[in-house]
């Protein structure tokens, strides 16, 4: 059975940072291409990260190109979304994807003094 487990939201200030996880079972993360999203509360999803398991290729969206880090971890079947200087516009539910269409259940950030 395929899963995909996001954790690591929460609430932050303004500059801080918050490591998402994306546990996933039922096949692995090394096999295809994994994808972070986002959507703020009443706005479209939006793609910020993904990251290529057979040729390690690695794109951001535009606004959080200079301040996200996708990656993973073969062995745990994990890929983490590291978010540094975080802005009030970050606030968003994250959301893990696989390429085979499969998306977890969304984990909250929301950045706020």
């Known amino acids: 059975q395929v899963q995909l487990v996001e954790s690591g939201g929460g609430v932050v200030q303004p500059g801080g940072t918050l490591r998402l996880s994306c546990v996933v079972s039922?096949?692995?993360?090394?096999?295809?291409?994994m994808r972070w999203y986002r959507q703020p509360p009443g706005k479209e999803r939006e793609l910020v990260a993904a990251?290529?398991?057979?040729?390690?290729?690695?794109g951001y969206g535009d606004s959080v190109a200079d301040r996200f880090t996708v990656s993973r971890d073969d062995i745990t079947n994990t890929v983490y979304l590291q978010m540094s200087s975080l802005k009030p516009e970050d606030s968003a539910t994250y959301y893990c994807?696989?390429?085979?269409?499969?998306w977890g259940q969304g984990t909250r950030v929301t950045v706020s003094s």
């Open positions: 994807n696989s390429q085979f269409g499969h």
């Open positions: 039922g096949f692995t993360v090394g096999s295809t291409i």
């Open positions: 990251i290529s398991g057979p040729d390690g290729i690695i």
